[in-house]
C-alpha cells in the first residue's frame, strides 16, 4: 500500500476548489497548496474569502525540478484543462495521484494521455451549493467528492486518498462503480446546469416549480438512451435520485454554468449538450432537447462577449 499521503496539491481555486481547500487549510495549513501561473500569483497574495474568512493558502507556481506532488486535485473548468495540464506537469512524479473535479465525463482520458493511466483516479464532487461573487465563494453545503479507480493500470490508488480525506475532514464516497456515478452526474449536469443558465434559475426555482424540473429532466433523459449504448445503466430513477439533492441546497445557490453566465464567462457547454451531440450522432440518436440547449447556450454566450 501507498504511504500516506501527507499534501495535496489544487489547481482551480472557484466555487468547487475554494470549498475544499479552506478544509484541508482548516485541519492544518500545511496539508493543502494551491497552484497558480504567474500571473494569478499576485492576484492571491491577500487572501481568499471562504464563507466570510480569509484564507491564506500556501500558493506555488511549478517549476521544473520541483519535488513531486503525492495527490492533485484539478478542479479548473474544462476549457482550461489544457492550461492545467501544463501547470502541474512538474509536480507529476512516479508517484503522484491525480482526481480531475472537472464536470463531464471526458478529463479523465486527457489527463491520462497526458501522465499514464496509472496515476488517474475518475472522480467528482456532488452536492455542494458553492457561489462565487465578487472574489468571494460561499456555501453552506460543502457536497463531497465521489472518486474511484475505473483504468485497470490503476490498483490500490483510492485507499491512500480516502485516508487523507479522512484526515483532513473533507467528505467523499468511494463507490463501487465510479463510472456509472460519473455518468450518473454527466447525466444532471446536462439538465439542470444548462437550463439554469438559460433560465436564470437559482436551486430554489428547481425546488417549487414542475416546468423547471420537466425541463431539466427532458434533457437528462436523452444522456439516459446514450448511456445504454456506451454500456452504462442510467433510469429514471436517477433523475428523482438526484432531485433529493437539489431540495436539500440552498434556494439561492446557483449551479457553476448559470453563475459563469451572470459573470460573463465562458461556460463548459461543450463538456455537456456538444458532447451529447457527439454521442447521438456516433449512435445515431436524436438529441433535440440538447441541440437546442447548445444553440441557446452558445447566443447567449456570443451575446455577452459581444456586450449585449
Not at 32 to 40: A, Y
Not at 277 to 293: F, R
Request: proline share 4%; net charge neutral.
Amino acid at each position: 500500500m501507498k504511504n500516506a499521503i501527507k499534501t495535496a496539491h489544487l489547481i482551480g481555486l472557484g466555487a468547487i476548489g475554494s470549498v475544499y481547500a479552506s478544509i484541508i487549510h482548516q485541519y492544518n495549513d500545511k496539508c493543502i497548496k494551491v497552484i497558480l501561473d504567474s500571473e494569478r500569483l499576485e492576484r492571491y497574495r491577500n487572501g481568499t474569502v471562504i464563507n466570510g474568512k480569509r484564507y491564506f493558502f500556501d500558493l506555488t507556481v511549478p517549476r521544473a525540478g520541483d519535488e513531486p506532488a503525492e495527490l492533485i486535485l484539478i478542479a479548473v473548468k474544462g476549457h482550461h484543462l489544457k492550461e492545467a495540464i501544463k501547470s502541474i506537469t512538474p509536480l507529476v512524479g512516479q508517484d503522484t495521484i491525480i482526481i480531475s473535479l472537472l464536470n463531464g465525463i471526458t478529463s479523465e482520458d486527457y489527463l491520462s494521455r497526458a501522465f499514464g493511466p496509472e496515476k488517474i483516479l475518475h472522480g467528482f464532487c456532488v452536492g455542494t451549493d458553492a457561489v462565487r461573487e465578487n472574489n468571494e465563494v460561499i456555501f453552506h453545503n460543502a457536497g463531497k467528492i465521489v472518486f474511484g479507480e475505473h483504468y485497470p493500470e490503476v490498483k490500490g490508488k483510492a485507499e491512500p486518498v480516502a485516508g487523507f480525506f479522512t484526515r483532513t475532514g473533507v467528505p467523499f464516497w468511494v463507490p463501487d462503480n465510479i463510472r456509472r456515478q460519473m455518468w450518473w452526474k454527466f447525466m444532471m449536469n446536462v439538465g439542470i446546469n444548462q437550463t439554469s443558465a438559460i433560465l436564470r434559475a437559482p436551486y430554489g426555482v428547481y425546488q417549487k416549480t414542475p416546468e423547471a424540473r420537466e425541463l431539466m429532466a427532458s434533457a437528462c433523459r436523452e444522456v439516459i438512451l446514450l448511456a445504454e449504448k456506451e454500456g452504462v445503466s442510467l433510469s429514471e430513477s436517477d433523475i428523482t435520485e438526484y432531485m433529493d439533492y437539489i431540495n436539500v441546497l440552498s434556494p439561492d445557490g446557483k449551479t457553476s454554468m448559470l453563475q459563469d453566465m451572470e459573470a460573463g464567462r465562458k461556460t463548459e457547454v461543450e463538456s455537456f449538450a456538444l458532447t451529447v451531440i457527439n454521442l447521438g450522432k456516433k449512435h445515431g440518436i436524436p438529441v433535440p432537447v440538447n441541440e437546442m440547449l447548445y444553440r441557446m447556450i452558445r447566443v447567449l454566450e456570443q451575446n455577452k462577449k459581444e456586450g449585449g
